[in-house]
């Protein structure tokens, strides 16, 4: 038997259960990962929480829980390629991340693909990755953020917002990150310029950027998209991977499925070399799942949380 995470109707926290389950085995084509860590997103207990969103990621019940992980590939199914038994992989896995163990195709490409963890990054770090780091790379990407940019991030040091700042800045870009003001400190040190969000976030970042912003950039819904557009900053210089349907005139929506391939190993050799750091907020055992989706759906969360198993 092992561990999974399971719920059975769609509700808040208390939903979630640790459940004994059959162990899972690597069928042909496919490897099976004993997960070391599964960093958690909002998708997950949005997922748990409401039907619609469960539709659309086609999720039903009784249904397993979380998405990203990180561990040892410990079972190589017949005919499957490319990795054998002890390499250290990280991925995402539609909602059967936080389990004890995740089958997967023995794969580099897809929504579900694996990739490989560089020597010196922690499978707590590896297992933050795959939604966090392939949405914030798909997000610069939507607005060609290039060396010379002044970019505006609404969201900055949420899970997303931390790779955000990091790999605009890696491009040569200014940065500034909206966020609270008990956060300023804490971006500071991700290497943004802080500014309050909320009403009056135009008139701020005018002040802060004088010479004008050139790309934007909102990972938390609207509010930081529009004062772009009212900043000046051309609609297709200007995403957001959080407006569900509703981002304003021309404004691009994107996500962690237009991520470039090859966005999350890039990503994971900067970690490694020390350019990119990874905030992690807070650490939950498993047992703990329904403090860590507390804590993450308070929406103040700095970096990523993260379950180990
Ligand atoms: N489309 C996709 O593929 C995709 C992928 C990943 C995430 N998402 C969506 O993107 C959003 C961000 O994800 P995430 O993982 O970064 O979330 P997160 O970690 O929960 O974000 C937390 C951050 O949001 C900030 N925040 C709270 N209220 C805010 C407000 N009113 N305006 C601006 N920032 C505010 C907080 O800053 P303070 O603590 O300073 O308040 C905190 O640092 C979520 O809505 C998620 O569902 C979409």
Redesign the pocket.
């Given at each position: 038997m092992s561990r999974a995470v399971m719920y059975e109707k769609f509700a808040g926290p208390e939903v979630l259960e640790v459940r004994e389950v059959p162990e899972p085995h690597a069928g042909a084509g496919e490897v099976r990962v004993r997960v070391a860590a599964a960093g958690l997103?909002?998708?997950d207990w949005?997922i748990a929480s409401m039907p619609e969103v469960a539709e659309r990621f086609g999720v039903t019940l009784p249904s397993g829980f979380g998405h990203d992980y990180a561990g040892v590939v410990d079972e190589v199914g017949a005919g499957a390629t490319g990795f054998a038994v002890g390499d250290r992989v990280f991925g995402g896995a539609m909602n059967r991340g936080v389990a004890d163990f995740v089958v997967v195709k023995a794969s580099t490409q897809g929504h579900e693909a694996l990739s490989r963890t560089p020597e010196g990054v922690s499978d707590e770090v590896a297992g933050t990755l795959a939604?966090?780091g392939s949405?914030a790379a798909a997000a610069l990407a939507a607005i060609g953020l290039k060396s010379g940019d002044t970019v505006l991030i609404?969201?900055a040091?949420?899970?997303?917002?931390v790779f955000a700042v990091q790999l605009a800045k890696l491009a040569g870009a200014r940065v500034i990150g909206?966020?609270?003001e008990?956060?300023f400190e804490f971006l500071r040190q991700l290497g943004a310029e802080p500014v309050a969000?909320?009403d009056g976030l135009a008139e701020r970042v005018r002040a802060l950027a004088p010479g004008g912003v050139s790309a934007a950039t909102d990972?938390?819904?609207t509010?930081t998209a529009e004062a772009a557009l009212s900043l000046g900053v051309k609609p297709e210089r200007i995403s957001t991977?959080?407006a569900a349907g509703n981002a304003p005139g021309g404004v691009r929506e994107?996500?962690?499925?237009d991520a470039e391939p090859g966005s999350l190993g890039r990503i994971a050799r900067a970690i490694a070399a020390g350019d990119v750091t990874v905030p992690i907020a807070a650490t939950f055992p498993i047992e703990r799942v329904r403090d860590a989706v507390e804590l993450?759906a308070a929406?103040?969360?700095?970096g990523k949380v993260v379950v180990t198993l």
């Open positions: 997103n909002p998708m949005l939604v966090a949405t609404g969201g040091a949420g899970g997303v917002g909206t966020a609270s008990s956060t969000y909320g990972l938390f819904g509010e991977i959080a994107t996500g962690g499925f993450q929406r103040h969360v700095h």
